[in-house]
């Protein structure tokens, strides 16, 4: 049988095998609380209760996270959330993160996450790229928040329900990595399987991160 090259269909199957081999997806975070400290090593109790052990890397960040508040949210603020996507295309907020200023673009865009099933995270700013854009605006009096975001390849409408948790960041230091604390971080896994971090986020004063 005679074989038929179409240039089109080939490049259509080099795509689609571009597909295939994709970048793997971002990772996701690790939740937990610290049970020890040992010098840059700390004993993780996740919140499933399974038991990990991860290693600070030199210099690794350590950053707080502290009380917000609605009101802290305005047309050009550069926000956060874990939400689950409705079947009208609303995404419906868990908690909110209000970025400092020198967080402004931090992992923008949308990804998947693992507060719940079928989560995602959406990083962007509110009512797109400037102030003057974008509504915050109530919704039937309820207390609830409609946020348009901008992550930078879409515009996203999240619902923000009244009592959702809503935190902010600050530079924290080693100290505030205590038994106790509440914690959330990525982890890379060494040849050897060893956890390291280069970054950690710390619940200040007891606060558990709600993302």
Known sequence: MKKIFHPALAA??????????????????VRGTITAVNGSTLAITE?????VSVQLAPNAAVVDLL??????????????????????????AMELQVFPESMRG?????????????????????????????????VNGSGNLTLTVNDGKSTKTVLVPAGVPVVTYAPGTTADL???AHV???????????????????????LVPPM
């Not at 259509?12 to 990772?27: D, F, T």
């Not at 009380?67 to 009208?88: C, H, N």
């Not at 990804?111 to 079928?118: E, F, G, S």
């Open 12 to 29: 259509s199957m080099a795509l689609l095998g571009g597909i295939a081999v994709a970048a793997p997806a971002a990772p996701l975070p």
């Open 47 to 51: 919140t499933s209760g399974a038991k």
């Open 67 to 92: 009380p917000s508040s609605l009101a802290d949210v305005k047309a050009g603020s550069y926000i956060g959330t874990a939400a689950i996507r409705e079947p009208s295309g609303t995404y419906r």
């Open 106 to 138: 931090v992992g923008l865009g949308t990804r998947r996450w693992n507060l719940k099933p079928h989560s995602t995270m959406t990083n962007g700013t509110v009512g797109g790229l400037t102030s003057a854009g974008g509504t915050v605006s109530a």
């Open 178 to 180: 205590q038994p106790g």
């Open 184 to 206: 959330i971080f990525f982890p890379t896994k060494a040849a050897g399987g060893t956890l390291t971090t280069s970054r950690i986020n710390v619940g200040k004063n007891g």
